[in-house]
C-alpha cells in the first residue's frame, strides 16, 4: 500500500486556495492563463472519464430498465412521429422549400430532421435547470466536479437523439432508396452541436441552482422558440432581410445543415457553417466561464 | 520536522454564507452586485489556522453548528474559503460522507462502481479490489440487493469499506462510526489504526474517548474560531470542563 501512494504521490491533486481564488501552479501569463481555460473543459473531461462513464451508464440503466420494454419505447416514440409526418403530409409534391419532393417520405425526413434538432435541444433546456439539485447529495457530500454534469447529461442525451438519426437514415435508405455521401458529414455536424448544448446547459443550470425561475423561464420560451425556429417550414421563402435574422437563432443554422446533408445531399453554405461554428464554440466556452465563476456558490445554495 | 512534511495548512481560514431574503434579491445581486450588496453575509467559520503533518492525527472536537462540517468540506475541497488560505497535499477520503450518496434503487454491486468512481478511482481499479470490498463490507449476499433494503448499519459498512479502499493519503472520518455494531466498529477502528501508520488522519467525533485513543493532536473550534489546540488529551480536559459550564443556548445558530 505505500508503495501505492508513492507511486501516486506526482499527480496527486493538491488543493490550493487563497481568499476564495484557486492557485494555479506556475506562473503563466495573460496569453497562456488564456489557453489553459479554453482546454480546460476537455482536460476535465478526460481526467474524470471512468466518472461519466459510471455515472451515465447509470443513468441510462435508470431510464430504460424500469420499463418492460426498456429500449423498444426508445425507438418506436420517433418512429411513430415520423410514421404521422409521413401520413399527413404524403401527398406534398414540394417541400417547404420550394424544391419538389422525390419521394412520399421526404416532407417527413425534411420535418423530422429539424425536429430531432430541435427536441435535442428542448430536452436539455428543460432539464438543465433541475440538474444541479438533481444531484445535490453528491455536490454537497463528494468532491464531485460538478462542471461535469452537464457534459452527462448532454450525453446521455445523444443517446436518444442517435436513435432519431439512426431512424432517420434507415428511412432515406428505404424509402429514397439512397444515402448520400454527405451523410458522412454528420459527425462533423455533432460535435458543433453537442458543444452549443454543452454551453447552455452549463449556463443554464448554474443559474437554475440558484433561482427556480430559470426552470419556468425555459417552458415559456421553448414553445415559443419552436416557431421562431424553422422546423416544420423553411425559411428560404423569407425575404434576404429576415433571413439574415433567423440566422441569429443558432438552431436555424444547424436544422439547415442537417437537412442538407441528410436529406438533399448537398454540401451546406459555407458561410452558415462558419457562422454557426462560431456562435456554438462561443456559447461553449461562455457557458463554461459562467459555470466555473458560479461554481463555489452553488454548492452553497443547492 | 521539515516543511515538506505539511499535508494540510490552514491560514486564517474564513467562511461566508451569503444569505439572501428573497431569489429577487439574489438576481439584483448578479446583475447591480458592483453598486451595492443584496445579501447578509453569514460568518460559518471566522478564523481557523492549523497545521497537518504526514502521519499525525488530527482530532477536530466542537458542539453542533460551530463550523466543523465547513472546515472538512473545505479541506475536502468540496467549497471555498471566503478569505484565508488552504493548501491540501494528497489524495483526501472523506469517509462515511459516501453512505449518503447511494443510489438506493441500485445494487450494492453496482454502488460500489459508482462510489468508486465518485471517489475517484479508476474503472479498472474498482474491479480490482471488488472482491476485497465485499470482504471488508461483510453484508454477504446483500451485496447483490438493492440499497432500499439495507439497514443504515450495512449502509455505513458498505460505505467505510469503499473509502477503505481508495489508498487515500488524507482520510477524514465524520463521527457517524457509531453506527455499526461493536465487532464493525471495531473493524474500522483496526483498520483506522494500520492507515495511520502511512497515512494523515482527521477525526471528528462527539465522544473524546475515540478521540484520545485515535488522535495525537486535536483542535477546538469554537464560534467559527480555534479555541484550543495542542496536545489532545489537554484539548479534550478543556472541552469536557467547559461544556460542563457553558449552557446550550440558542443564540450559537443566530445568522448574524
Known amino acids: ?302 | 520536522m521539515s516543511s515538506d512534511d505539511v499535508v494540510i495548512k490552514a491560514r486564517h481560514i474564513a467562511k461566508a454564507y451569503k444569505l439572501y431574503d428573497s431569489q429577487g434579491d439574489w438576481l439584483k445581486q448578479q446583475l447591480l452586485g458592483a453598486a451595492k450588496t443584496y445579501y447578509k453575509s453569514f460568518w460559518a467559520l471566522k478564523d481557523i489556522s492549523f497545521e497537518v503533518q504526514r502521519g499525525e492525527s488530527l482530532g477536530i472536537i466542537g458542539r453542533n453548528g460551530c463550523g466543523k462540517s465547513t472546515l472538512l468540506q473545505i479541506i475536502c475541497g468540496m467549497t471555498r474559503p471566503t478569505k484565508g488560505e488552504i493548501w491540501v497535499k494528497g489524495r483526501v477520503a472523506p469517509v462515511l460522507a459516501l453512505g449518503a450518496t447511494f443510489d438506493l434503487e441500485a445494487t450494492g454491486r453496482e454502488n460500489v462502481l459508482i462510489g468508486g468512481a465518485v471517489l475517484g478511482l479508476k474503472r479498472y481499479e474498482i474491479f480490482e479490489k471488488f472482491d476485497s470490498i465485499a470482504d471488508f463490507a461483510g453484508i454477504g449476499d446483500f451485496m447483490d440487493q438493492p440499497i432500499k433494503l439495507y439497514s443504515t448499519g450495512m449502509r455505513t459498512r458498505l460505505a467505510f469499506a469503499i473509502c477503505a479502499h481508495m489508498n487515500a493519503e488524507i482520510l477524514i472520518v465524520d463521527e457517524a462510526l457509531s453506527v455499526g455494531d461493536i465487532a464493525f466498529q471495531q473493524k474500522c477502528i483496526d483498520w483506522i489504526d494500520n492507515f495511520r501508520r502511512t497515512g494523515t488522519l482527521l477525526f471528528v467525533s462527539h465522544s473524546t474517548g475515540e478521540l484520545s485513543r485515535l488522535c495525537n493532536h486535536a483542535i477546538w473550534i469554537d464560534g467559527g474560531r480555534v479555541r484550543q489546540g495542542g496536545d489532545v488529551a489537554e484539548v479534550v480536559r478543556a472541552y469536557k470542563k467547559a461544556t460542563r459550564f457553558e449552557k446550550d443556548s440558542m443564540s450559537r445558530f443566530s445568522a448574524v
Open chain 1, 1 to 302: 500500500m505505500t508503495r501505492l501512494i508513492h507511486r501516486q504521490a506526482p499527480d496527486a491533486p493538491l488543493l490550493h486556495v487563497v481568499d476564495g481564488k484557486q492557485v494555479v501552479p506556475g506562473n503563466y501569463n495573460l496569453v497562456q492563463r488564456f489557453g489553459l481555460f479554453l482546454l480546460e473543459p476537455f482536460t476535465g473531461a478526460w481526467r474524470h472519464r471512468d466518472l461519466i462513464a459510471a455515472i451515465l451508464r447509470r443513468e441510462l440503466r435508470e431510464r430504460f430498465s424500469g420499463s418492460v420494454a426498456g429500449w423498444v419505447w426508445a425507438v418506436v416514440a420517433p418512429l411513430i412521429s415520423l410514421v404521422t409526418y409521413t401520413l399527413v403530409f404524403g401527398g406534398a409534391v414540394k417541400l417547404p422549400n420550394g424544391n419538389p419532393a422525390n419521394s412520399p417520405i421526404d416532407y417527413a425526413l425534411f420535418v423530422f430532421g429539424g425536429l430531432i434538432a430541435f427536441n435535442f435541444f428542448t430536452e436539455m433546456a428543460y432539464r438543465a435547470p433541475s440538474l444541479l439539485h438533481e444531484y445535490a447529495h453528491y455536490l454537497k457530500q463528494t468532491m464531485f466536479p460538478a462542471e461535469m454534469l452537464p457534459v452527462i447529461s448532454t450525453l446521455r442525451a445523444t443517446t436518444y437523439a442517435s436513435i432519431g438519426l439512426a431512424l432517420m437514415l434507415i428511412c432515406q435508405l428505404i424509402f429514397g432508396g439512397t444515402l448520400y455521401w454527405t451523410v458522412l458529414l454528420l459527425p462533423l455536424w455533432f460535435i458543433p452541436f453537442l458543444a452549443f448544448l454543452l454551453g447552455i446547459t452549463w449556463l443554464l443550470s448554474a443559474m437554475g441552482a440558484f433561482t427556480r425561475d430559470t426552470a419556468y423561464l425555459m417552458m415559456t420560451i421553448a414553445p415559443v422558440l419552436m416557431f421562431a425556429t424553422p422546423v416544420f417550414w423553411s425559411h428560404e421563402t423569407l425575404s434576404p432581410v429576415w433571413k439574415l435574422l433567423w440566422y441569429a437563432n443558432i438552431l436555424t443554422g444547424f436544422i439547415e445543415i442537417i437537412r442538407e446533408i441528410v436529406v438533399f445531399g448537398e454540401l451546406p453554405n459555407g458561410l452558415v457553417v462558419a457562422w454557426t461554428v462560431f456562435l456554438s464554440s462561443a456559447t461553449f466556452w461562455l457557458g463554461y466561464w459562467f459555470f466555473r465563476r458560479q461554481q463555489d456558490g452553488i454548492t452553497d445554495v443547492i
